[in-house]
């Protein structure tokens, strides 16, 4: 958690210690491994990377937040309205649910990306839209496990409305569990986005992220790695904290 | 089964149906593309519309394509003319070759570190977090620049012979490793404590013994259907390890076809996704029964 918050200081904070325009090209210090002027060097056409790394981080994370928001508000509204329903009811549901999880999300983005057209704003959309009905399968099995406890039970004896009874006494008991599943999501949410800007689906081109860092700097990795290592550390260390911290609030609900 | 096959059926149904409208009620296609680049002239492109039925209405178009579906016929490519099932099927091999050994690789990897995890190895904790971090378009970097240009052991690209397999079913086997280890060892760790473990170990067996026959064989039971998920996805297209690796497959022609917006190619990987996944899942199905004589029936 603290790992966390540390993190996200970090990227919020990474524009202001950007050394240089992310976007200002210079002829003169093509593909320049590191100095003190370039921190971590600049790429095929003399930017630099430390600014770049800072600045794509902001909008690699805020593509990520986005689409964290998309995939869940819904999701966990979905999953708790048809918690709440009888089973033979929601039988179309379920046949819908299985029909889009049947697709890696990756993929269901990469689909949903063809409908949108490119940009940020679409980006953020697929990879959002891809996560919804893994959310509401969550949801919906974590409010299975206490739908019988006995709270929920007096609640309903003493008249709660149906939507009293789901966001007023069931959302705050498995809200533990909801906690550690918004860190998957964010966590593949980065991944997703940030897959999708390697292929070059990110929109504008030239505007940095950690996709695209990365994928500059693949082609020029045996003569420049500075290009693509930050980025690559940058996106394997964030989906890492981000995951234990998930593992963390899971393991231990009572904190 | 029969009512699973049904619903099977329908989820792919439903699949296709939902992208073939959503496809259409959007604006902008392959065609209008060619208006852009390909200098076409207006009748031309008229003609091309109508030669491929796109001037209809939709409902039309959609029994059309329902139709020919059902009889295997998928439509053709709004690029180039080519039957959308013969695309797939060149697709097949080299497809199908990588999900294999993929799976292979993971298999092992995700079995042997999800078992170390599970009993406490702080190391192989970390290959599964590491496998599930790190993004493969990272990895497959590294691992080229590592084992095709410094240590030049493998080349880096092409579906020619075994070799080139090599580095791209370990890089995508190990990120596959990931999920398949991460339930494993959750479902180590919760068997360790069960009766049947004490029993064992009263009984005076031998370490080994008590972990590859009452703890490994009770957790590795729920791992098929993660397994079996595993196994579909990679089936489905991994647009990236291809990508990589540049190999051709079914991540490659889709890609292509959501760039060029070529609808037609993009439906038909819609049905081969969800056959894909139809026919996993029933065999997972089957060999979980197989496996589990509690659930037989």
Known sequence: ?255 | MIKQLGAAVGVMWLAATLVFFALRLLPGDAISAQIIDGGLSPAQIEARRIALGLDQPLLLQYGRWLGGALSGDLGVSLLDGQPVTVIIAQQLTPTITLALAALFVALIMGIGLGCAAGLGAALAQIALDLALSAPIYWTGTLAIWLFAVVLDWLPSSGAAGATGLILPSLVLGFHTAGSIGRVLAANVQATIPADFVLTARMKGLPERVIVWRHILRVSLLPTVNVIALQASFLLSGVVITEMLFIRPGIGRVLLDAVIRQDYPVVQGIVLWIGLVYLLINAAADMLYRQLDPRVAA
């Open chain 1, 1 to 255: 958690m603290r790992l966390f918050l540390i993190l996200l200081l970090l990227v919020i904070s990474a524009p202001l210690l950007a050394t240089h325009d992310p976007m200002a090209t210079d002829t003169t210090v093509q593909r320049q491994p590191p100095t003190a002027e370039h921190l971590l060097g600049t790429d095929a056409l003399g930017r630099d990377v430390w600014s770049r790394l800072a600045v794509g981080g902001c909008r690699t994370f805020s593509i990520a937040a986005g689409a964290s928001g998309i995939a869940l508000l819904p999701g966990i509204i979905f999953g708790l309205v048809i918690s709440a329903v009888p089973r033979r009811v929601i039988a179309a549901t379920d046949i819908m649910l299985n029909a889009v999880l049947a697709f890696p999300s990756l993929i269901f983005a990469l689909i949903v990306l063809t409908l949108l057209g490119q940009g940020a704003v679409s980006l953020t959309l697929a990879v959002g839209l891809a996560q919804i009905a893994p959310t509401i399968r969550v949801v919906r099995g974590a409010a299975a496990t206490v739908r019988t406890e006995g709270y929920l039970e007096s609640a309903r004896s003493l008249g709660a409305a149906p939507g009293r009874l789901l966001f007023v006494h069931l959302l705050p008991n498995i809200a533990p569990t909801l906690f550690a599943y918004a860190g998957v999501v964010f966590s593949y949410s980065l991944l997703n986005s940030a897959a999708l800007s390697f292929l070059g689906l990110g929109g504008e081109p030239g505007i940095p992220d950690w996709g695209v860092l990365l994928a500059e700097g693949r082609q020029a990795f045996r003569t420049a790695p500075w290009i693509a290592l930050g980025a690559g550390l940058a996106i394997t260390a964030s989906v890492m904290i981000v995951n234990r911290m998930a593992n963390q609030v899971g393991r231990h609900p009572r904190r």
